[in-house]
Nanobody, 128 residues
Framework: QVQLVESGGGLVQAGGSLRLDCAAS????????MAWFRQAPGREREFVAA???????????SYADSVKDRFTISRDNAKSTVYLQMNNLKPEDTAIYYC??????????????????WGQGTQVTVSS
């Protein structure tokens, strides 16, 4: 059974930092593109960042413009874990953050429907 479990969310003041972890099980982790999405109340789920699988022709990361230069996605294939380091957090970053896995494509995608496995989400709240 494929499972993704996020952790590391919480309450932080604007300008602070958090690191989100997503531990995967039941899959050959290195073969999967991994991504983070987020959803704020009343808004659609939006792409945050993605990292390519070991099967990609070249390693690649991708970021939403709103988080570029503040967030960093990374992965540890030996631990089957993907991370999202979030620095200089802003109130508009408040959302539920979801980890997602895509084992079918050779390139990373920012489209939620192209990811077949999702975690349960972790809440991030940034106070002003």
């Amino acid at each position: 059974q494929v499972q993704l479990v996020e952790s590391g969310g919480g309450l932080v003041q604007a300008g602070g930092s958090l690191r989100l972890d997503c531990a995967a099980s039941g899959l050959t982790f290195s073969w999967y593109n991994m991504a983070w999405f987020r959803q704020a109340p009343g808004r659609e789920r939006e792409f945050v960042a993605a990292t390519s699988s070991a099967r990609a022709s070249y390693a690649r990361t991708s970021y939403a413009d709103s988080v570029k230069d503040r967030f960093t996605i990374s992965r540890d294939n030996a631990k089957s874990t993907v991370y999202l380091q979030m620095n200089n957090l802003k109130p508009e970053d408040t959302a539920i953050y979801y980890c997602a896995a895509d084992g079918r494509r050779g390139v990373v995608s920012s489209v939620a429907s192209e990811y077949e496995t999702w975690g349960q989400g972790t809440q991030v709240t940034v106070s002003s």
